[in-house]
């Protein structure tokens, strides 16, 4: 990490590498992103309240039909802002799914009065 953050001339301060076990409240006090690559599991539920305080998640997922759907139903306040579907490994049936999520400005406020009554805005791919 920190010979990428030399050879982008970052400072100490533009790159962390946290572990979520450690008290660093204080380092993400003004943070307002996170950026989450779980493993195909997707977040464990500690990981998901966590990442829930963030006004922005940028959620990069190997599992985009499975553990990713699953979380993003777990994050009810936000909404998908973005989505890109990335193929990093040519000639196999593995993606990679990047979706940006912005908290909604009123989260008790229906995302959409016209559609789904459920208040969660990410749809249930199995009806």
């Not at 204080?26 to 996170?34: E, F, G, Q, Y």
């Not at 990093?88 to 406020?109: C, I, K, M, S, W």
Request: charged fraction near 20%; glycine fraction near 4%; aromatic fraction near 6%.
């Amino acid at each position: 990490l920190g010979a990428t953050a030399r050879l982008t001339q970052a400072s100490c301060g533009d790159w962390c590498a946290l572990s979520m076990r450690r008290d660093f409240a204080a380092l993400l006090r003004d943070t307002d992103a996170v950026l989450v690559d779980p493993p195909r599991a997707g977040l464990d539920p500690v990981t998901l309240e966590f990442v829930h305080r963030f006004p922005h998640i940028l959620y990069i997922s190997c599992n985009p039909h499975g553990a990713l759907l699953e979380n993003l139903r777990g994050l009810p306040d936000h909404t998908v802002e973005a989505i890109a579907v990335l193929d990093q490994f040519p000639y196999t049936d593995h993606v990679e799914g990047a979706v940006h999520l912005a908290r909604r400005a009123n989260p008790d406020a229906d995302p959409n009065p016209n559609a789904n009554p459920s208040p969660n805005p990410i749809p249930d791919p199995n009806p």
